[in-house]
């Protein structure tokens, strides 16, 4: 369930009035809000609208969470949105979800939904410095 709270509020050149309207939602609910609002003219204004609870994209990172630099790992999902790096200079992404380690740090990545605009960050992703080793053996 989600909770929404409406706000009403009423103005004119003396006084400003709240009162808070609270309703516990479910994803996938749709309100309708309708609003009237006078000026100090007696204009009136009429505005409707509707809100739709839309649920949050699910992500996963799907390859390893500790990196090293120049090497790659994957999240998920791999199409319907845009994925962003909390630090490109540590981390980078691309949309369909792999990440390529920069420099040494940790960065979280961030989905959002092409369809609802809904978006949601992943745990972090360690990067780490790569190591070059030299390897000696004999014959």
């Not at 609003?35 to 649920?55: D, H, P």
Request: proline share 1%; glycine share 8%.
């Amino acid at each position: 369930m989600k909770h929404l709270n409406l706000v009403k509020k009423s103005v004119n050149s003396k006084f400003t009035q709240k009162s808070i309207y609270s309703r516990w939602l479910l994803v996938g609910s749709i309100i309708t809000i309708n609003m009237c609002i006078s000026n100090v003219l007696f204009a009136q204004i009429t505005a409707n609208g509707t809100i739709t609870v839309n649920a949050l994209p699910a992500v996963s990172i799907t390859g390893s969470s500790s990196i090293c630099a120049g090497a790659t790992t994957t999240l998920s999902p791999t199409s319907g949105g845009t994925w962003t790096s909390s630090d490109m200079g540590i981390a980078t992404v691309t949309n369909g979800g792999v990440i390529t380690g920069v420099s040494a740090g940790s960065a979280t990545f961030t989905f959002t939904n092409s369809t609802t605009g809904c978006s949601i960050t992943t745990s972090a992703v360690t990067v780490n410095t790569s190591s070059n080793y030299n390897i000696c053996y004999r014959n």
